[in-house]
């Protein structure tokens, strides 16, 4: 059975830093496509960062950055200089070959001083 769980998300002041952690149980995460996603209070779930089976990564956020750890089947999305902007719940998601999509239960980033 496929799980991601998403941690690290919290309380943070304005121009803090957060990395969040999203570990896989089920499937792996290297050499495939893992992204995260976020949601803030009502608003549509927005992308936010990816990172391809080449290891090739996009974010829509210049302050955020995503890698991985293949040893530890992780993926983490570092965000610094974070904004009230910022506040959201953050989810990570994989596409498992053969079987679809999957997505974490998500973790609450709130941004505030």
């Known amino acids: 059975q496929v799980q991601l769980v998403e941690s690290g998300g919290g309380l943070v002041q304005p121009g803090g830093s957060l990395r969040l952690s999203c570990v896989a149980s089920g499937t792996s995460l290297s050499g495939t496509f893992v992204a995260w996603s976020r949601q803030a209070p009502g608003k549509e779930r927005e992308f936010v960062a990816s990172i391809n089976p080449a290891g090739i990564t996009y974010s829509t956020q210049g302050r955020f950055t995503i890698s991985r750890d293949n040893a530890k089947n992780l993926v983490y999305l570092q965000m610094n200089g974070l904004k009230p902007e910022d506040t959201a719940v953050y989810y990570c998601?994989?596409?498992?070959?053969?079987?679809?999509?999957?997505w974490g239960q998500g973790t609450q980033v709130i941004v505030s001083s």
């Open positions: 998601y994989t596409n498992v070959p053969s079987q679809g999509q999957y």
